[in-house]
């Protein structure tokens, strides 16, 4: 049986050093079986000194800073590119991507071709975590290129080994099969704590890095008192997909409530007396793009302490919801404020509560929330919502739903309590059908049986700023050996260029394509790609025009991107 190596190489070490992560990391990269993971990791972690458990717990699932920590790093690929070509001095950077397949094993390549070790002194975890600090206190003018400096500045010190842990950690996506769900398994397993305690705790206090330290350092105990607290964001509930209102009802008829599914973005609302901070779905601070609605809650709530979630949508100057596009353009503004406010008003809808006073109500029923939440939300819109006795007066909810334009509904039980983090029964989601409409940009010669034919095609959604096309995925999969011959066909007539079997095209032939998730890429010049894609229908009704867009599906890629925690 393997273990892991302690710190530095010996459990007594005052500081660990990250040479001993990044062969973890390795080593967890060459293994297959999943109990011996979470064996490297939980040995891993038990044997650090106490000061360093929580970094080493986060660097390993490439969290820089506890997920609801405002903090972020910011660092592109781009950026990470040009630091590491800055200490390798590489003579053809660009041949390597066709050798490698990620930034990870690029940067590792780069190091070990510049002859690089480690260096002397070697980098401590300490010292990576107080630089992630100093590169997200980087801000205004000059800050992107001060980051990559301060990047740059750990690479030249890194083995190969460390520089590709590093550039994992910075990009957030670490590859070496341990991710957030296995890793509070492994400290589960290693501090002998109840797994379900354990996830519970990482989704209330939104770090990892603080469960490790709880687990290992005070032990089972300190889980029971573990519970949301203001000002610290936890992860949402997540609701899972219900196939027809009909199948759903059925499960539990009678004990649902029923709420319009605004198609908006989600809010978690902290308030204590004048003090109120909003955090949206995946954890950011997001309270400073919006003052307007920071002045509703401090004004309009009947509760000087509470915490709350709602939707956040765009409305017209009738108060009706406009689409989503108008809300991002508010949301994500930073800057100019006050007249993007004038352009877009914003409406909270809220549909749960947490905390109210000094109680907490994460643990109660759904409707014992929503009633507190009607008493205390005053002035704030309540989501539209009802609470069906019969069949059919869901389904004329449902109706209604989607006449005024909805995404659809959330169904919810009534003696559901709140799950962080957790796609639940509690909460279901039934959304109007649809897939994505994308352009093709390009195909690749098949071979076997399809040899002769354009038969893998890149799909690209539109960038609705530049109206150019981007790329996001490639499928072969889902069309008949006739509409394969058709399209090659067509293709080669709208053909641009060729180039090693792939034949690029003007973007004129809109698809629909269905997948199962959209995955972080950075093959991909918008950083997503679609898994499993496959192309459902040739949209010829479609313009490349009214094609779906890169920023629809960022939406799309940030609402699914809290995973749910299952081991
Ligand atoms: P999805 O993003 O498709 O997983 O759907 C869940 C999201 O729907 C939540 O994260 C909210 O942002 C949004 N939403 C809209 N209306 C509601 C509602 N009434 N209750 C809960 N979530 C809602």
Redesign the pocket.
Do not use: T
């Given at each position: 049986m393997e273990s892991a190596p302690g710190p530095a190489g010996s459990p007594s070490a005052a500081s660990t050093s990250l040479a001993s992560l990044a062969e973890l990391s390795d080593r967890l990269e060459g293994t297959k079986s999943r109990l011996h993971l979470l064996r490297l990791v939980g040995d891993f972690l038990r044997e650090l000194p106490a000061a360093d458990r929580p970094v080493a717990a986060r660097l390993l699932v490439g969290q820089p800073f506890p997920e609801g920590d405002p903090r972020r790093l910011d660092v592109s690929g781009a950026t990470l590119w040009r630091a590491v070509c800055e200490v390798a001095a590489p003579a053809a950077p660009e041949a390597l991507w066709s050798q490698v397949s990620d930034f990870g094993q690029a940067v590792d390549r780069l190091l070990a071709e510049a002859g690089r070790g480690p260096g002397a002194p070697g980098l401590g975890l300490q010292e990576v975590a107080r630089t992630f600090e100093a590169m997200a206190a980087q801000h205004g003018r000059g800050a992107r290129r001060e980051r990559e400096r301060l990047l740059a500045r750990m690479l030249a010190r890194a083995s190969p080994s460390e520089g590709k842990f590093l550039a994992k950690c910075v990009l957030g996506d670490m590859r070496h099969g341990v991710n957030q769900g296995m890793l509070l398994e492994a400290i589960a397993r290693a501090a002998g704590v109840a797994p379900e305690a354990i996830r519970r705790a990482a989704m209330v206090l939104g770090d990892v890095g603080e469960v490790a330290h709880l687990a290992f350092e005070k032990g089972a105990n300190a889980f029971t008192a573990v519970a949301p607290r203001l000002f610290h964001p936890l992860q949402?509930m997540?609701?899972q997909?219900a196939h027809t209102l009909e199948e759903a009802w059925n499960a539990a008829p009678g004990r649902l409530a029923l709420?319009?599914?605004?198609?908006?973005?989600?809010v978690q609302v902290h308030l204590e007396r004048d003090e109120v901070r909003l955090f949206s779905?995946r954890l950011h601070d997001v309270t400073e793009s919006l003052p307007d609605i920071v002045a509703d809650v401090r004004g309009s709530l009947k509760t000087r302490r509470a915490l709350l979630?709602g939707?956040v949508v765009a409305v017209d100057a009738w108060g009706r919801i406009r689409p989503f596009q108008d809300l991002l353009r508010r949301y994500r503004r930073m800057h100019r404020v006050e007249s993007a406010q004038r352009q877009v008003p914003l409406r909270l809808?809220l549909?749960?509560l947490l905390i109210e006073g000094d109680e907490l109500f994460v643990d109660r029923p759904y409707a014992e929330r929503w009633q507190r939440l009607e008493s205390v939300h005053g002035g704030i819109p309540l989501?539209p919502?009802c609470v069906p006795q019969v069949l059919a007066e869901a389904e004329a909810f449902w109706q209604e739903a989607l006449a005024a334009g909805h995404?659809g509904l959330?169904l919810?039980r009534l003696d559901g309590r709140y799950t962080p983090g957790i796609r639940g029964s509690g909460?279901l989601?039934l959304?109007r059908a649809g897939g994505l409409d994308l352009v093709i940009v390009a195909a690749d010669y098949g071979y076997g049986r399809r040899h002769g034919w354009l038969s893998n095609y890149h799909l690209a959604a539109r960038d609705e700023e530049t109206g150019e096309f981007r790329p996001v995925g490639k499928t072969f999969r889902g069309l008949t050996d006739d509409e394969f011959r058709r399209m090659t066909a067509r293709l080669l007539a709208i053909r641009r260029r060729e180039e090693g079997g792939t034949v690029w095209v003007d973007p004129r032939v809109v698809v629909e394509v269905q997948y199962s998730d959209i995955q972080k890429s950075p093959l991909y010049p918008d950083g997503m790609a679609l898994r499993f894609a496959r192309i459902a229908q040739i949209r010829d009704d479609k313009a490349p025009e009214e094609a779906d867009t890169i920023q629809h599906m960022r939406r799309?890629f940030e609402?699914?991107a809290a995973a749910p925690l299952r081991p």
């Open positions: 949402p997540l609701a997909m709420e319009f599914k605004l198609d908006g973005a989600r779905r979630e939707e809808f549909f749960d989501v919502r995404e959330m919810k909460w989601k959304k799309l609402r699914q």
